[in-house]
């Protein structure tokens, strides 16, 4: 049986304001190409199927189109919520829309769902995990120690029948570590407290395989059956070198698994330099992607507006120079309250550049400062 494993989609992402739904419609039609031309029996979307408990309607239109493509293509859906998502949101129309192949998990009751997908090479049991917290399983566990994820989710998986007949597959949403070492994460991550909610890969023993989401660089953990798919998508500036991919993963014998490049509309990448070498891109290179722009100059005006005659898709725009290199803050005193504005303007100018501002500059200053024409 083959399945593609996906985690973190974040439908609705806005990065800098920007929306992030035409980049999600294009890869989505991707996966559902690879999904018809590989012949999958399924999807599995381990969690953070939006990126916020209650989503735009833009979103929920497009998982929607997502889920009638794969669904025109015979191809079932399997569905986790992940700690973006709302439980019962997630959940909705859970057991009519089972009949036509999407299966959601239920919200957490003491129990989880289990799907059995069978096919001319193998039965396989996919056990569907919710992102859980400790204190939702010590309503049905009361022996599980307050704030104890590893043991939480032990006692939830104590419950699982892995003896039945067939291969098994989880679906999980959660931090996993391997004896300690924990995942690559990136800024677009909550980062966690601690280790408090680390729970040790040794926990999924017994399954073929484990499709995590809750981290966004694709990567196993301890072994190649326990993985994280990471994100379709970078999400932040901090993902610029990771490779998004889908994992392709075949039940037979054994457990094969291919990781599937993803490529997206625009990339997202981070490039330094002063203005004039940033106005000169290189030949063939993408001024449309997603950019991060470091400046090396000392002073720049409008220069965003600048940055985006040649990449007009720059997210975010930064100084690296004597300015920023400067710590700290002078003392407010009543002697600098009582001062000459433009004279203060010159101090913190010839402070920060090394040399005092230029007659046309203070001419332009002054005359913002109160509130005259330029001529």
Request: glycine residues 8%; contains cysteine; negative net charge.
């Amino acid at each position: 049986m083959k399945f593609l494993h996906l985690a973190d989609l974040h439908l609705g992402k806005r990065i800098c304001e920007r929306s992030m739904l035409g980049e999600q419609e294009y890869i989505l039609q991707q996966i559902l190409d690879i999904a018809a031309e590989r012949q999958v029996r399924a999807v599995l979307i381990a969690g953070d199927v939006y990126d916020r408990p209650v989503p735009p309607p833009e979103a929920v239109a497009l998982f929607d189109w997502f889920l009638t493509g794969l669904g025109q293509a015979g191809v079932a859906c399997l569905v986790i919520p992940g700690n973006h998502d709302s439980d019962e949101r997630l959940a909705f129309g859970a057991h009519l829309l089972s009949g036509a192949g999407v299966h959601f998990a239920p919200v957490f009751d003491g129990a989880l769902h289990t799907v059995t997908l069978e096919d001319a090479a193998c039965c396989v049991h996919f056990t569907l995990l919710p992102f859980l917290r400790p204190a939702q399983v010590r309503r049905y566990f009361p022996e599980v120690p307050p704030g104890d994820y590893e043991a939480a989710i032990r006692a939830v998986l104590g419950t699982v029948d892995l003896q039945t007949d067939g291969r098994h597959v989880l679906l999980a949403h959660q931090f996993v570590t391997a004896l300690g070492v924990a995942p690559e994460r990136c800024d677009s991550e909550l980062a966690s407290v601690g280790t408090l909610d680390n729970i040790d890969v040794s926990a999924f023993d017994g399954f073929d395989y484990v499709a995590l989401g809750h981290i966004h660089g694709p990567q196993r953990v301890g072994r190649d059956t326990v993985r994280y798919a990471g994100s379709p998508l970078k999400f932040s500036f901090s993902e610029v070198h990771h490779h998004k991919s889908v994992p392709l993963v075949t039940l037979g014998d054994g457990v094969e698994i291919e990781l599937l490049p993803l490529v997206p509309r625009h990339d997202m990448r981070e490039k330094r330099g002063s203005l004039a070498e940033i106005l000169t891109p290189s030949a063939g290179e993408r001024t449309d992607d997603f950019m991060h722009i470091t400046l090396t100059d000392d002073a720049v005006m409008d220069a965003m507006n600048r940055v985006r005659t040649v990449y007009p898709n720059t997210l975010r725009l930064d100084f690296d120079n004597a300015l920023t290199a400067l710590s700290g803050a002078p003392e407010l005193t009543r002697e600098t309250v009582e001062r000459d504005p433009v004279s203060l303007f010159d101090e913190f100018y010839e402070a920060q550049n090394g040399e005092p501002m230029e007659d046309e500059m203070e001419r332009v200053v002054r005359a913002m400062l109160e509130g005259g024409e330029l001529l």
